[in-house]
Nanobody, 121 residues
């Protein structure tokens, strides 16, 4: 059974930093691209960042480019999202997701339960 468990969310002041983690189990982690998505209050879920299976290619939404950094540790079956210069627009539930293959080109098949990030101004 595939499980994706996010952690690291919380309350942070504008301009601050936070790092999210996602622990994966029940899958051959190194075979799959992974990603982070978020859903803000009253908004649709949106793409944030993704990383291919070997960690050699990363992709970011324009809204977070230069502020967020996605990484993975295949030995630990985990991905991370380092978030810097946070602002109120970053307030959302953040979801970890597993893509169906080594490249993040299709809709993810597996999702975590989400972790809340709240940025106070």
């Amino acid at each position: 059974q595939v499980q994706l468990v996010e952690s690291g969310g919380g309350l942070v002041q504008a301009g601050g930093s936070l790092t999210l983690s996602c622990a994966a189990s029940g899958l051959s982690f190194w075979m799959y691209a992974m990603g982070w998505f978020r859903q803000g209050p009253g908004k649709e879920r949106e793409f944030v960042a993704s990383i291919d299976s070997m960690g050699t290619s990363t992709y970011y939404d324009d809204s977070v480019k230069g502020r967020f950094l996605i990484s993975r540790d295949n030995a630990e079956n985990a991905i991370y999202l380092q978030m810097n210069s946070l602002n109120s627009e970053d307030t959302a539930v953040y979801y970890c997701a597993a893509y169906p293959g080594p490249s993040p080109g299709r809709t993810p098949r597996r999702w975590g339960q989400g972790t809340q990030v709240t940025v106070s101004s």
